[in-house]
């Protein structure tokens, strides 16, 4: 069973068309995380959650922005995507005092 | 800063070899440190991880890894490869210090695995 679940898994958006990819998770995890993985390249962190504690990264460009309503969810919103922004969406969850990470099966952005 | 080094980017290997990939960290406290492999067109997941205790830990599928800490080295290795263990495979590290929830990942190495 699918415990940390990302919708859609194909998201197709326009040039500066607003655009939300949303993770779920099953585990009650305290800590979320968005990243952005590009072909053959590692996951970059994009921000994080402890709680509701959001922590962005220094290098994360503005026009990320993430919410987090609840425990189980999640949302990354790309306000304005543009065609540097096409990549693989992870999220990954992890429980309190421990850094494994579990990874969904991620959210492929294209951008035309 | 930390950081953690992948040495080979594109490995190939004929069935039945055995498998070596390096991966080296700079911090100079204490580490967990883990081996995440994605398997084509699939998420990342856990192949093993290194918390404390016996430096040699087992993974799934018949991987292993052994934390040497006098060379910041966490290995990763396998005896005999398969054509399905094709993938990337990504090290990585988290300073365990304070509350850091964050990990520092490797480039990764691709592993091409012909029958």
């Known amino acids: 069973d699918a415990m940390v679940i990302q919708n859609p898994r194909y998201q197709v958006t326009q040039f500066g068309k607003p655009v939300t990819l949303s993770c779920s998770q099953t585990?009650?995890?305290?800590?979320m995380y968005w990243y952005q993985q590009k072909s053959s390249q590692a996951p970059k962190l994009l921000f994080h959650?402890?709680?509701?504690?959001?922590?962005n990264e220094a290098d994360t460009p503005d026009n990320f922005q993430s919410r987090r309503p609840n425990t189980s969810f999640c949302f990354l919103d790309i306000r304005s995507p543009g065609l540097g922004d096409a990549a693989m969406y992870l999220c990954?969850?992890?429980?309190?005092?421990?850094?494994?990470?579990?990874f969904g099966a991620g959210t492929r952005l294209s951008v035309l | 800063a930390q950081s953690v080094s992948q040495h080979n980017h594109h490995v190939i290997l004929s069935e039945a070899a055995s498998l070596e990939l390096g991966c080296n960290y700079s911090?100079?406290?204490?580490?967990?440190l883990f081996w995440y492999v994605q398997y084509p067109g699939q998420h990342l997941q856990l192949l093993l991880k290194?918390?404390?205790?016996d430096p040699l830990v087992k993974g799934i599928k018949g991987f292993e890894a052994e934390f040497i800490k006098s060379k910041f080295s966490f290995n990763l290795r396998k005896p005999s490869v398969q054509w399905s263990d094709t993938a990337e495979y990504f090290c990585?590290?988290?300073?365990?210090?304070?509350?850091?929830?964050?990990?520092?990942w490797g480039l990764g190495t691709s592993l091409a695995v012909n029958p």
């Open positions: 911090y100079g406290g204490t580490v967990n």
């Open positions: 990585a590290v988290n300073a365990r210090a304070g509350n850091n929830r964050k990990l520092i």
């Open positions: 585990l009650n995890h305290n800590v």
């Open positions: 290194y918390f404390s205790g």
């Open positions: 959650y402890y709680d509701k504690d959001f922590n």
């Open positions: 990954a969850t992890s429980p309190p005092g421990k850094n494994i990470q579990y």
